[in-house]
């Protein structure tokens, strides 16, 4: 977790956004928490709950998502315990780990074809999955990783100087003319942005 403003001590930050996340199934969360141009806090849920509990809600303190960039707007005042996801009761077998039932829509046609391959339907529609994601992983990686950069820079570097050219640098995969345009910018703002768009460069 990392509190504190400018001088603060950096006691905990995980070092790869993606190091919490196998495919199909969530080990956990992080976020990191800006107050005004600083970063002041990051961790799991439970940590980053203990350190906003006394603070004062209504936009001070905005809380992120480290994989998705997304701004999250929760309430973590009260117990020590606010913001910990409760656990179903797991029951009898298997865990299921990530399974989740969703509903598909496809023609008739689509259905008669997956129901003829060996496994089923289900087992189909995986590989066909897996064998996307393969083909265009890293195309996918990179498009979730500037879509995350441009949420958190929408949330808070939009009055900056230089936003418009970044956000098309960003989106041009140009590490040095983003950068161009970002080094003007609050250190912790501009590290973390970083971070979100070019995790899988060399930090150098």
Do not use: C
């Not at 189909?124 to 820079?153: H, M, N, P, T």
């Amino acid at each position: 977790m990392i509190l504190g403003g400018p001088g603060r001590s950096k006691i905990f930050y995980p070092d790869s956004i993606d190091s919490g996340i196998i495919s199909g199934y969530i080990l956990f969360m992080t976020f990191t928490v800006f107050h005004g141009k600083h970063r002041v806090a990051s961790g799991e849920r439970a940590q980053v709950a203990l350190f906003l509990m006394d603070k004062p809600q209504g936009g001070e303190f905005l809380v992120f998502e480290d994989v998705s960039g997304r701004q999250i707007d929760l309430d973590f005042r009260g117990t020590p315990n606010a913001g910990e996801a409760t656990a179903e009761p797991r029951g009898r077998g298997r865990p299921k780990l990530g399974v989740v039932p969703r509903e598909v829509t496809l023609l008739p046609r689509h259905w008669d074809w997956l129901n003829s391959q060996p496994g089923g339907a289900s087992v189909a529609l995986r590989k066909l999955v897996d064998e996307a994601r393969r083909s265009s992983g890293d195309a996918d990686r990179i498009r979730a990783a500037q879509e995350a950069a441009y949420r958190f820079l929408s949330a808070i570097a939009g009055n900056l100087p230089g936003y418009e050219e970044a956000t098309r640098a960003l989106f041009a995969y140009d590490r040095r003319r983003f950068g161009e345009h970002i080094a003007g910018w609050p250190e912790d703002i501009r590290d973390y942005a970083v971070k979100l768009a070019f995790s899988d460069q060399d930090p150098a």
